[in-house]
């Protein structure tokens, strides 16, 4: 049973530039939620997809975007990076109609913003 | 806002000494209080959910309970592999979707 993937590990870039991260949930799954935990930091919800369209959103910024694909994979865009953008990039994914809300995370992508 | 508070920060046992982490909550509701393990530079790893005030769950070294107003996480005779971060988190559910609001974190030295 394969668990929740993300590509890349790591990823340095510049101020300034774009980036994207890709997640592939969790057979069976059907939601994704995306987190950004900085250092010494819990895990900040950032947004979740379901049907290919943004459910909820947390408090970041319009840099910040989104994609759901119909196999349910999704990707997060982060546009203009800023210094503070460095941090762990989690992908969590879920069962809509579960009555559970557990989410299962994937390892992460290290982002570096020099 | 549903908040989610940790203590303490920072733990440092000796094998096999048992200790207990502590996890704090004011959320509207309780759909469930979550537990999970992080290693450095790691996703975090589920390790229990708990639903009810006095539910119970136990995990080889591990056993969370919870109340009306806070979870514990007790752990048993601990081995150097249990070091690591234990972060809670609850479900906030807006529009009918959830999202985790997660503590930050009790970071766990166990020395041999």
């Known amino acids: 049973d394969a668990g929740v993937t993300q590509s890349p590990t790591h990823l340095i870039k510049t101020r300034g530039q774009q980036v994207t991260l890709r997640c592939s949930p969790k057979s069976g799954h059907d939601t994704v939620s995306w987190y950004q935990q900085a250092l010494g930091q819990g895990p900040q919800f950032i947004f979740q997809?379901?049907?290919?369209?943004?459910?909820q959103r947390g408090n970041f910024p319009d840099r910040f975007s989104g994609h759901q694909f119909p196999n349910y994979s999704s990707e997060l865009n982060v546009n203009a990076l800023l210094l503070g953008d460095s941090a762990l990039y989690l992908c969590?994914?879920?069962?809509?109609?579960?009555?559970?809300?557990?989410?299962?995370f994937g390892p992460g992508t290290r982002l570096t913003v020099t | 806002e549903d908040q989610v508070t940790q203590s303490p920060e920072a733990l440092r046992l000796q094998e096999g000494e048992s200790s207990s982490l502590n996890c704090s909550y004011t959320?509207?509701?309780?759909?469930?209080l979550f537990w999970y393990r992080q290693d450095p530079g790691k996703g975090p790893e589920f390790l229990f959910t708990?639903?009810?005030a006095g539910e119970e769950k136990e995990k080889e070294r591990l056993k969370a309970t919870l109340t009306k107003k806070e979870s514990f996480l007790h752990i048993t005779a601990p081995k150097p592999e249990d070091s690591a971060t234990y972060l809670c988190a609850v479900p906030y559910r807006g529009t009918g979707f959830q999202k985790l609001v997660f503590g930050t974190g009790t970071r766990l030295l166990v020395s041999p």
């Open positions: 708990l639903y009810s």
């Open positions: 997809y379901y049907e290919e369209e943004e459910r």
């Open positions: 969590a994914s879920s069962l809509r109609t579960g009555s559970s809300y557990e989410q299962y």
């Open positions: 959320v509207s509701g309780l759909r469930g």
